[in-house]
């Protein structure tokens, strides 16, 4: 496997643009000097033996230098033995409720906000595990089969929002339900199932779809967001906020549903948690996550990496090399050599 130790480096490389350039401006303006100063045609008559190709030929191996100097700085690498290792993984599904409810700010900045940051804490204490994605409203969507690809994980929960939702409500059943068919059948015991919601509607086939999950080996945590005070449900349209209103016209109070979410995970063989400190909260989590048994995976890995920097720098100091020997000139003497090369 391939690799630069020091890949930022490489940014460096961008230079090389603005210094052929600038190599370009120099020429031109001493072009544009030497006719100031008299007849053009004469000039070039008198410094007939100055080569403008083989100048341009100095500075390219100045720029080739210079590129395999930040080259070597950035040390590339090279894989040379690989190991086949054996880890601990589990199979986790995450259920982030999407609903409108999830706008309330009776948390600060609001609940997605708070539950997305949340999430991410998450996945960095679930490296090695494989991962899936369903966001739930008034259906379930799939996001993210399980898988290792924690980067577009992150991606997806950062982009969550209720317009991705094509119904309102708030049904947890569905995320159950279809959270079971991506876990599949296979060793049932290392599958966990984590619900990020308020709970807001009261639905007992959520229960129900708990508890049948769990007969299948799901073991299901749920994480309540909000508060039970509740507040109202920020909406905008045209510009403008307003708040969400029911068919009365009184503005809806979303709350915090903690007994539904705690029937849930009881049935589901897990435990609920309050999302009100969220670094207690993933401690406590991981440390549940941690007891589930967990299958045995093998895992490729580079365990020693050879370094080629120095023959890139010996490539750079033979270019400079040549650059100094290198003349623009064709049989001048060394007076008019050291005027023109000044």
Known sequence: MFRFEASGILWLLI???????????????????????????????????????KAWLKY?????????????????QWGSRTETVKIKSSDIVIALDIS????????????????????SELLKKLRGDRVGLVFFAGSAYLQMPLSNDFASAET????????????????????????QTIFGDDSPSQKALIIVSDGENHETEAVEAAQEAFDNGIYTFTLGIGTEEGANIPVIKGGKRFFKRDNEGQAVVSSLNVNNLQNIAEAGGGK???????SSVLSQLEGELERLEKKEVEQ??????????????FMAILALA??????????????????LTR
């Not at 409108?100 to 999430?119: G, H, T, V, W, Y």
């Not at 490729?300 to 720098?313: A, E, G, K």
């Open 272 to 278: 609920f948690f309050l999302l009100n400190n969220s």
């Open 322 to 339: 040549v650059e100094l020997l290198l003349s623009t000139l064709k049989g001048t003497s060394d007076k008019l050599k050291s005027i």
């Open 60 to 76: 390219g191996i100045t720029v080739f230098a210079l590129t395999a100097m930040i080259i070597a700085w950035a040390n590339p």
């Open 100 to 119: 409108q409810s999830m706008l309330a700010e009776d948390i600060s900045p609001n609940r997605m906000e708070r539950a997305k940051f949340m999430l």
């Open 156 to 179: 997806f929960i950062r982009s969550a929002n209720p317009s991705q939702a094509g119904t309102q409500g708030t049904v947890i059943a569905d995320a159950i339900e279809l959270s």
């Open 15 to 53: 230079l090389i643009i603005p210094a052929l350039l600038w190599f370009a401006f120099l020429l031109r303006y001493k072009k544009s000097k030497l006719k100031q100063a008299g007849h053009y045609p004469t000039i070039q008559r008198l410094f007939s033996n100055w080569s403008q190709g």
């Open 300 to 313: 490729r890995s580079f365990t020693d990496y050879n370094s080629y920097f120095q023959y890139f720098i």
